[in-house]
């Protein structure tokens, strides 16, 4: 009990680090939203696209190096040399792809259809990110949360703030004769955006920057290459996962007609964001459980510790899935604000849904990541990559961004349940099957039924969730008891 109480005191701050970035995504909706900060929905539909670039170019940088970090600073007597590899290895990487962006960067915006205009912040930008991996990996191998998450939570309010004030406030002030109109240009919001983005990462690596002084510059090549080999398939399923996470609005954009492409992408993005609040939660949980995972494979029958994880995170993201269902309609103006995208509500569960089998999906890689096996991550990524691809070519034209939530859906599950399948094989976990399949099957079921038949009915949709929480403290009342306890 005593390292599953560690382990929820680490989610806890590490999940704060890092929820709280994603919820810059999320807070930020209300604003791009409400009428007259952009100009229309496909404003917003042209941020949401270059975003999903800043996905896929995220973790080709990252190359899966982080996760060979924390593999190999636990693996290895020589920390030191795991660190000086690794941070000289990202260093080369990033400044190499800045150059070659710098230099193309006309015929790169060409190709991925972005204006040109924005492309040479979004190099900045990735360039900056990518610097600061290796010093954020060492703070949460080093047992630092709370440095962590300061930095991180002083970028998010950085961003957050000159966003409002980009947005709002500086045409507020140039209308009343300040000294700011230097600064104001019209028709600039996109630029503002990302402008706020990149003063923000630069702020996050200069108070990261001492960790490059203190590091020893040693490369190890052969340590380099074992971590590389490691590395591989974690950045081909990163690939994958960001194809099946944000790809699908390149996907829109691509296929639909110009005049539809990108007010569709804007309506899709914006009540995307209402199934943050599952996003949030697994993202927080896995950044909590993958050092667990690794510092206590050589624990005492650590599989049962896996196993009650995973209990923990379905209870926990069914009574999640609920909530935000019965609740949406009351969620969506305060986070949505204007009713032009209002029209995109019916993928909310869906997509609530997807993210929460990506959630269960990440508890169970945990066999592949301790036996070494992270090429089935990488083959797993793959097939609900082509899932998710197929699915969106064949009916995207038909049904627009519909099609892509299913595909989400699906892809997700598919890998969820190819997780499992493959980890009884390799390394048996006892998970409680029944209890799992009750919360996940009751939860889905009442999902469904709240929203598709008895949406905005309070009444039954409140019923309903009490009755979930009543079977979820039944079957959990001794854990929960001494949770409390302590």
Known sequence: MSALKKLFKQTFIYGLATVLPRMLSFLLVPLYTTKGVLSSVAEYGEVSVI????????????????????????????????????????????FGFFIIAFVFQEQIASLININAKY????????????????PFAWLRATQKPVRYAIIKILNVAINLGLNLFFLLALKELVDNGSLFKIIYKPNFEINYIFISNLVASAVTLLFMFPFYFKVKYVFNIALWKRMMRYAFPVLIAGVAFSINETFDRILLDYILPENVAKTQIGMYSACYKLALFMTLFATAYRLGIEPFFFSHAKTENPQKNYARILEFFVALGAVILLVVVVFADILKPIIVRSEAYWE??????????????????????????ITDRTKFGAYISIVGAVITL??????????????SAIAT?????????????????????????KKIGLYLILSIVLSGLSFYQFRANYII??????????????????????????
């Open 461 to 486: 949709g409140i019923s309903m969730l009490i009755v979930f929480l009543g079977v979820i403290y039944f079957s959990e009342r001794q854990q929960i008891n001494q949770l409390l306890k302590k």
């Open 409 to 433: 859906l699906v892809a997700y599950s598919i890998m969820m349940l190819l997780s499992y399948y493959f980890g009884r094989k390799y390394y048996p976990i006892p998970y409680n099957l």
């Open 51 to 94: 975003f999903s670039y800043f996905v896929l170019f995220n973790v080709v940088l990252a190359y899966g190096m982080e996760t060979a970090f924390f593999r190999y600073f636990n693996k290895e007597d020589d920390k030191n040399s795991v660190i000086g590899t690794s941070a000289i290895s990202l260093i080369i990487s990033s």
């Open 344 to 369: 995109a509500m019916w993928v909310v569960p869906i997509i609530l849904l997807a993210n929460f089998c990506l959630g269960i999906y990440h508890n169970l890689s945990v066999w592949y990541k």
């Open 390 to 403: 197929v699915i969106n070519f064949v009916f995207i034209k038909q049904y627009g961004y519909k099609a």
């Open 119 to 134: 492309i040479n912040l979004v190099i900045w930008i990735l360039l900056l990110d990518a610097l600061v991996i290796i």
